[in-house]
């Protein structure tokens, strides 16, 4: 039985190479992909062997490996416009699976999984996580770092995760539950997340369900740690999310906010997005919002803010109980779908985190390059 895995294991790490390769030459289309897929399962998707999604995933997957072994990774801002090139060669998503519905599986596009990491500032010394990490696009542009640790729950992309990321440890769990069922000896120093928006596990259908998932790794995260994450278009601190977008940010500081309109629709989907970089610190979390188009409209208009560390003596704010924040959640949902779009375009006006002891434990912060 151990010999038909790996058999199978090195089938599919040989079908992902194939597909880098075309990538690389630029002869990735649709032809290519199914063909590779009818090698890989031996024979057709007529008798449901695979599907069209299959084919995507595997796509997905090659491309991961395929930005992650470039020889000169994005480190530059200017850099991103050739990527948002390169996938825009690349076979448009066009089907849906149940699983994909199901899980919110909609991974990043890997010209915006590059700026993230550029705007991550990752250490040579940091410990990162990538909570629902799909098919690993969040870290393929990462480079050398002391430890990575993937977490995601469907078991055929973590299947493809071990493949493309050998050297990473990998857990299976909700993403929401990070910070009571992950293992205690993970203290990520830096997290890159694209969580599920709109569905959680054991609740379904869940309009809370990346604030949920960012709640948990803030939780999680180092204090003085920094968090890149993608969250949903209404996730503002407008006045009726306010409460929610502060209890949320309550030990942090919002370094970058961003709204992207256009930069999903190769993967099928046309929704806009948040992007927040994050700091573990007391301070500020209305900065100015940035809005663009495209990721590489984006690219050279954003600003770059180092990393900031603390002192071991300055501990992390207590997180506010579940039962208020479930609470919260519930008074807050009736009037979500009225403000989902009432900040779209918005500048927000920079406000002073109003914390309790912010400024006494922000004073520990101290600035190093990263």
């Avoid at 379904?204 to 740690?225: C, M, N, S, W, Y």
């Amino acid at each position: 039985m151990t010999d038909l895995f790996e058999q199978s294991s090195q089938k599919l790490d040989a079908a992902i190479t194939e597909i880098q390769h075309a990538i690389a030459t630029g002869l990735a289309n649709k032809q290519r992909l199914f063909e590779t897929m009818r090698q890989l399962y031996g024979e057709g998707s007529a008798n449901g062997a695979w599907s069209q999604r299959d084919a995507f995933d595997l796509l997905e997957a090659a491309l991961t490996r395929h930005m992650a072994g470039l020889l000169n990774k994005p480190q530059m801002l200017h850099q991103i416009s050739e990527i948002s090139a390169l996938i825009e060669a690349l076979p448009t998503h066009t089907v849906r699976s149940e699983d994909q519905i199901r899980f919110q599986q909609f991974s990043t596009p890997a010209d915006l999984a590059a700026l993230c990491v550029i705007l991550a500032q990752p250490l040579a010394t940091d410990i990162v996580l990538e909570p629902s990490a799909g098919h690993g696009a969040l870290v393929a542009t990462l480079p050398n770092v002391s430890a990575l640790h993937l977490n995601e729950i469907d078991p055929r992309r973590r299947e493809k995760l071990a493949l493309l990321f050998p050297e990473a440890t990998m857990t299976g769990i909700d993403g929401a539950m990070l910070a009571s069922h992950l293992d205690t000896a993970v203290q990520p120093s830096l997290i890159l997340m694209n969580p599920p928006f709109s569905r959680s596990m054991g609740r379904g259908a869940d309009e809370f369900a990346a604030v949920r998932h960012l709640r948990a790794a803030i939780t999680r995260l180092k204090q003085g740690g920094r968090i890149v994450a993608i969250m949903p278009d209404w996730f503002t601190p407008s006045a009726k999310l306010a409460k929610i977008y502060e209890d949320t940010f309550a030990s942090c500081t919002v370094r970058t906010s961003i709204r992207l309109d256009k930069c999903y629709h190769k993967q099928g989907t046309s929704v806009a997005v948040r992007l927040y970089v994050i700091d573990k610190i007391p301070g500020q979390i209305r900065p100015a919002v940035l809005a663009r188009q495209t990721v590489a409209d984006l690219a050279s208009a954003v600003p770059i803010v180092k990393r900031v560390t603390v002192q071991p003596d300055c501990g992390p704010r207590a997180v506010p109980p579940k039962a208020k924040l479930g609470a919260l959640f519930k008074a807050m949902r009736a009037d979500l779908q009225s403000s989902r779009w009432s900040n779209a375009g918005s500048t927000i006006v920079p406000k002073n985190c109003a914390t309790t002891g912010a400024k006494a434990r922000g004073r520990c912060a101290r600035s190093q390059q990263g």
